[in-house]
């Protein structure tokens, strides 16, 4: 019973990490993305 829930703290504590650096680098994607928006397409350069 113990070796079950220790793989499964094991899992979870494994995926937390990689859902961490997920979410950052989503989050920085999102901001670098909203940066060029802001700068590329506020100068019109958006050329269909």
Known sequence: ???ENLELLGF???AGGY????????S???VSC???IQ??????RLKG
């Open 39 to 44: 700068t590329g397409f506020g100068r019109g």
């Open 28 to 30: 920085l994607l999102g």
């Open 1 to 3: 019973m113990w070796g």
């Open 19 to 26: 859902l961490k650096k997920y979410l950052g680098v989503l």
């Open 12 to 14: 979870l504590v494994v």
């Open 34 to 36: 909203k940066n060029l």
